[in-house]
């Protein structure tokens, strides 16, 4: 006979084994929402809390990101208590991809250009990238020129097909100093992507790019944040970028001459002969701090593409400088020209200057003006004085034809 209790020794062996699986599963999955929890609330850096007291900021304090693509930094920039925006730290970027330029449509390996908006929703501690947050392209701006895309993030990894790529421990410190200011009170915050410093010196090397119209655009955003301090108020208008004026007229009139100086000194450097460059890439860029760590043997996990760095950055002549030779001060060309100037020993044989001909070739010169004057006079005034004596001519009339009262009326 079968024992009734056969059958049933089969299923208790088997929960034997799926309740330690089980167990193990779930002691993983809590070990891993405790890492990703961990790492999501992983404290600033006291260094870098201690950069922010410095400027006279604190954690909970509002931010503005700005990221330069041909240097590869991202800047954190803080409010401090005067209210204006202060640099605290830049960070170099791992990895960005495709060229100089806006990002256009999805798979264009572009890393965008322009002002986007960060809000708390788009932050993501679940990223497979470490820790990253959306920087929310496409904008208005982007869709007004048919962009397509989507999910460009700040992450880790250096790895990129269009995003800002950070390493895990910037993409981490990155992720806290938004998180803090979220904490604080910022409901979303501004991040610029610009495809280098926007001075003068790069604006006047870069201006026959197809994109230069676009870049001054940027440029006047970038001017307006820097001159006033203020995260600047953006809207599109007519497919353009277009900034809100300061409130405060002060705070306007510094954009104002920050601007116009800048305009200026583009139109001095193109006056003066600057260089005409274009900026190509294989695909996309690295710090070069990363580039050197690399080599030593740093790891930084997968790096996309690391055959294209090599050809990064190649710059392109497209008009070549032109010097002028800067001009000359007063005491130095008086200098040249003066007794005892070295130049005098390179003028031309026989040459002498006036102030070594002498006295007696300059009397010479007045004694031939008077031999020719009294020769003169001899013959033509007596003639004259006979002509009004016999009354063939009349005299000369020294009387004024209007009194000097009436000229001066008329003036």
Partial sequence: MVSPNGPKRPERSRLHVLVPALIGLLSVALSSAAALAEKANAPIPAATLALMAARGTDAASPIVLRAYKKESEIEVWKRNAAGR??????YPICRWSGQLGPKTKSGDRQTPEGFYTVAKSQMNPNSRYYLSFDIGYPNAYDRAHGGTGSAV????????????????????????????AFSGGQRAFQFQSF?????????????????????????????????????PVVSVSGGRYAFAPSSDPAKEAAFVALHKDESDRIAGLVDGGAAAVRTTYSDGGQHAFWAAR???????????RPEALAYAGQEVVLIPARHRPPPVPEAVW????GRGSPSLALRTTDFVPPYEAGTDRIAAGVARYVQTSARTYAQTWPSLARAAIEAEMPPPAFTPSQPPIEKVAQR
């Fill in 195 to 231: 495809p280098f410093r926007m001075t003068a010196a790069n604006m006047a090397r870069h201006r026959t790019d197809p994109n230069i119209a676009f870049w001054r655009q940027l440029k006047e955003g970038s001017d307006r944040f820097e001159a006033t301090g203020e995260e």
């Fill in 334 to 337: 008086a200098a040249w020209i």
């Fill in 153 to 180: 993030m700040v992450h880790g990894v250096c790895s990129s097909m269009g995003c800002f790529a950070m390493t895990d421990a910037v993409a981490g410190e990155l992720f806290s100093i938004a998180r803090e």
């Fill in 85 to 90: 925006y202060v640099p605290i730290k830049t």
């Fill in 294 to 304: 690399i080599r030593q043997g740093f790891p930084v996990g997968d790096i996309s």
